[in-house]
C-alpha cells in the first residue's frame, strides 16, 4: 500500500501540502548472502507516530541501523527533512535531528541519569575544550543551561526523582526511560523507539502509552519499532510490516490487522 498523500497532523487529521519528513526510498542492504533490506521505501510524516512491525529477523533493527548511520546501505536514499542522510555518520544523522534508543539498553551504567541525559545535550553545545578548561562565562551558561533541560527531561519522562542514582540502579522501565530523555535532549525532529516496550508491566507499558502521546502532542515525529501489537496498534497512525526483508505491507492499523499477509506472516490470530 502507498503512504497517504496528505500526512497526519498530531490530532491525527490531514495537513494538506505537508511534505514527508523521513523518506525511505529503494534502501536495500545485505550482509554477504543473506539480503536483510529489500527495495524498502516508506514515507513518514511531521507528528504522526508510525510504527514499524514484523517477525524477528524480519529486518526492523536493520532499517533502523540503515537509517542513524550505524550500517551503510548498497542501494536507495534516505532523507530526513528532504536532505540526504545516507552515509552520513552516526553523530552527523543525530545533528541533522534523528535520534534513537535501542533495543538492548545502552545507558552509561556507572554515571547518573543526569549525566546520562547530559551527554545527549552535548551534540547541542557549542563550547569546546578551552571553553570548559578556562571555565569561560559562555560556557558556564551553556552548562547551567544544559543542566537546567536535563533536569526538566528527566521529570518530562517521570524520573524526577532518579537525577543523582546511578543508572545501573534505576529499575528496569526508568532505564528505559532515560533513554528516551537522553535522545530528547539532543532536540531531534524524529525519535527512532526500538522496542522501548520490551521488558516493562503493563502500567508501565499505560505509562508509556501516556508519554508518547504527550511527545506527539509536542510536535515530535515518531518511528516506533514495537511487539507489542495492541500497543502499536492503539497509537500509531501508520504501520508498515516487513517480513523477511521486505515490505509486505503499509497503512493504517486497521488496514494492516486486516490484510491477510501480515496475518499469515506476524499478526495469526491474535485479537486486537
Known amino acids: 500500500m502507498s503512504a497517504p498523500k496528505a500526512a497526519p497532523s498530531p490530532s491525527g487529521k490531514p495537513d494538506a501540502g505537508s511534505t514527508p519528513l523521513l523518506t525511505v526510498s529503494g534502501v536495500n542492504k545485505a550482509f554477504g548472502g543473506l539480503q536483510a533490506l529489500s527495495d524498502i521505501s516508506l514515507q513518514v510524516h511531521t507528528g504522526e507516530i508510525f510504527g514499524l512491525i514484523g517477525p524477528n529477523g524480519a529486518g526492523k533493527t536493520t532499517l533502523f541501523n540503515a537509517l542513524t548511520g550505524l550500517y551503510s546501505i548498497d542501494r536507495g536514499e534516505i532523507r530526513l527533512n528532504g536532505q540526504r542522510i545516507e552515509g552520513r555518520k552516526p553523530h552527523q544523522v543525530l545533528c541533522a535531528g534523528l535520534a534513537r534508543t535501542f533495543q538492548n539498553i545502552r545507558l552509561f551504567a556507572e554515571m547518573t541519569a543526569l549525566e546520562n541525559v547530559l551527554v545527549g545535550r552535548h551534540a547541542r553545545t557549542s563550547s569546546g575544550v578551552v571553553g570548559a578548561v578556562l571555565r569561560l562565562p559562555g560556557t558556564r551558561r551553556e552548562e547551567a543551561d544544559s543542566r537546567e533541560r ?75 519499532i514495537e511487539h507489542d501489537v495492541k500497543l502499536v496498534m492503539g497509537l500509531c497512525t501508520r504501520l508498515a510490516v516487513l517480513d523477511y526483508g521486505v515490505k509486505i505491507a503499509e497503512g493504517t492499523p486497521d488496514v494492516v490487522s486486516r490484510d491477510p499477509k501480515v496475518i499469515a506472516a506476524y499478526l495469526g490470530d491474535e485479537t486486537l
Open 150 to 224: 536535563a533536569h526538566a527531561l528527566l521529570k518530562r519522562v517521570g524520573i524526577a526523582q532518579h537525577a543523582h542514582h546511578l543508572a545501573k540502579n534505576l529499575p528496569y522501565g526508568d532505564q528505559r526511560r532515560l533513554e528516551i530523555a537522553r535522545a530528547l535532549a539532543t532536540e531531534p525532529r524524529l525519535l527512532a523507539l526500538d522496542e522501548p516496550a520490551a521488558g516493562m508491566n503493563p502500567a508501565e507499558r499505560a505509562a508509556l502509552r501516556e508519554l508518547l502521546l504527550q511527545l506527539q502532542s509536542d510536535g515530535l515525529t515518531l518511528l516506533l
